[in-house]
């Protein structure tokens, strides 16, 4: 079936350093992978999206690689800081609904 | 938009009470989706709803769970009978598109 996972459970950066978080999935017929964050006491926020037709896409400060050949997707942070300190997910989304990854929590040292 | 809005934010009942939820998702959106998050568990879809029909249930634990969209701008999750296992944060996620927007959760304590 299936499955979206997250290589590591957690991850502690220094502040100013750049974060990698990783994700493995399965299902090679995803339409569209997406990556949330969710800090204490919130639902996760929508933070980019990338196509599966697309290898890489960046935003402010974020950018999400995508390997289809190893399913593999990735997520990095650049410069990472204290409000970036929350449980990243990652999730698989085919015709409106989305499979969700185990997450990994970045915690960012001063 | 005010987004996703959920009631209550939190609940505290004993064991055997009946608990509803309730969320007004996103105007305009047509996906509905319910999810439970514990520690033990992450974050798990209960069942989600298209232009206000359920599409897929497979995800409620047992029959004690049940959810209804009567319209577009309201839909509710309801445990009855609750018990302890229970005791999660419940989040409403709405969409029109693949991103889904999250509610800020309802946390339940089943006593």
């Known amino acids: 079936g299936e499955s979206v996972g997250l290589h590591l459970p957690t991850l502690s950066v220094q502040e100013g350093d750049n974060s990698i978080i990783n994700c493995a999935y399965s299902n090679s017929a995803s339409d569209y992978f997406i990556w949330y964050k969710q800090e204490s006491g919130k639902g996760p926020q929508f933070i980019i999206d990338?196509?599966?037709?697309?290898d890489k896409r960046q935003g402010q400060r974020v950018t999400v690689l995508l390997n289809k050949t190893v399913k593999h997707l990735s997520l990095q942070i650049a410069a990472t800081q204290p409000g970036d300190s929350a449980v990243y997910f990652c999730?698989?989304?085919?015709?409106?609904?989305?499979?969700f990854g185990d997450g990994t929590t970045l915690t960012v040292k001063p | 938009d005010a987004g996703v809005i959920q009631s209550p934010r939190h609940e505290v009942t004993e064991m055997g009470q009946e608990v509803t939820l309730r969320c007004k998702p996103i105007?305009?959106?047509?996906?509905l989706f319910w999810y439970r998050q514990t520690m033990m568990r992450g974050l798990e879809l209960l069942i989600y709803?298209?232009?206000?029909?359920?599409?897929?249930d497979s995800g409620m634990p047992e029959d004690r769970f049940s959810a209804k969209m009567p319209n577009a701008s309201f839909s509710t999750l309801k445990i009855q009978p609750s018990e302890p296992r229970d005791s999660a944060v419940y989040f409403c996620a709405s969409s029109l598109g693949y991103t889904q927007y999250f509610g800020p959760g309802t946390r339940l304590t089943v006593l």
């Open positions: 990338i196509r599966s037709n697309m």
């Open positions: 999730a698989e989304a085919n015709a409106g609904k989305s499979t």
């Open positions: 709803f298209n232009n206000n029909v359920p599409i897929d």
């Open positions: 105007s305009g959106h047509d996906y």
